[in-house]
């Protein structure tokens, strides 16, 4: 048995004794609960973070995507797994041949001018290498590693136990819808064909677009777990941190349009703004927009959730609470008393606070990256603890999600920008029954389902 076989083996008989190992956690909590003693939410959010930190797969991500949710996690538990390592052991160059192997054939070598074994980036789910084409075109090769549809229904179950853990403190969330969600967007960061077909979506949307680039799929070099694009030259973002205001203002006008554009177009939304998945490129030494790489958190909404949106930012604009109360609904909001609303809408009005406001600014005035939310956060943790539950709708999660990686992006390049006006001209003339046929037309031409 080979290295790379008894590494693999060895990460299966792990995800066994952290199954054991937050089963404990979640006993022991279960237990001092019945005898009435209290329990240290720090410690045993530290001993959950031990027992889960043998993983580096998926529920990494997961942790930091929870981070971003009022009480869908205590504080002390999102923090704590925010912290724990995000990617899985590389593969080795004798395993990376056998998995291209499986994928393209015995003679895969053939068919590039020239391969890297080793990777030039990794992720939770795979391993990026740099190739070259016959024709000489520069590729980016996403190689899945072996096994992980087992291994992302295992980082679930752990998962899943995180909740029921929390659900024994009487939280103010109902986390059920959260973890359908999840569980939903996983297993598709699973299926290539799908990433595949969310590119060509883009690729579609932004084919005139002068601010953002998106690679091209191979489809002859690709299968169900390996998805072989055209590698896009660019820089992290966090290079151009120091660079006169002008031009960090491009990168974020930039990537303010590769996110609310599509979303308020065609339904569609990127549902992981991080760091590593784009970079910027330049002409002339300046930089002119951005790279978009990672298609496999991508998330479709129907018109009419694209139009409830666009209702609560409309009623938060014009102080319309009746409007904002219908606009959760038509979010998917349940059960509603006048404090839940209000406590929603403190929250609503953090994420859409620079949108709201029409003059030139940074993002959050005096607010660290670090800190993006976290005031607010609590003050709602508050008034959901104490008049909730309230059960938070599937398409709410990866909406906060980008809202939030947005803002946070918007605070590394310390832009100052009239986001009001950019947001108005991205919903001008809105209209439902457009985003519709939108869809219907962009969709199926790149091979990806219709939203339900």
Known sequence: MSNEDNRFTARASRYARVGVNVGNVAARYAGKRFLGLEQDRSEAARELAAALGGLKGPIMKVAQLLSTIPEALPKEYARELSQLQSQAPSMGPAFVRRRMSAELGRDWQARFENFEYQSAASASLGQVHRAIHPDGRRLACKLQYPDMQSAVEADLNQLKLVFQIHARMDPGVDTREIFVEISSRLREELDYELEAGHTALYAGIFRDDSLIRVPEVLPELSTGRLLTMTWLEGEPLLTFKEDPLEDRNQIARAMFRAWWHPFSHFGVIHGDPHLGNYTIFSADGRPRGINLLDYGCIR??????????????????????????????????????DELIDGLTIW?????????????????DEVKPGDYGRSEMMRVRTILKEKGPVTVPREFVFMDRAAIGLGGVFLHLDAKLNWYRLFNETIENFDIDTVADRQFEAFPRAGVPLPL
């Open 348 to 364: 609503a009005r953090f994420i859409y606070g620079p949108l709201l406001d029409d003059r030139e600014r940074t993002i959050a």
């Open 300 to 337: 479709t909404f129907s018109p009419r959730f694209v139009q409830g949106v666009v209702n609560l930012y409309q009623g938060l604009l014009a102080n319309d609470r009746d409007r904002v109360v219908a606009a959760y609904e038509a979010w998917g909001f349940k059960g509603l008393n």
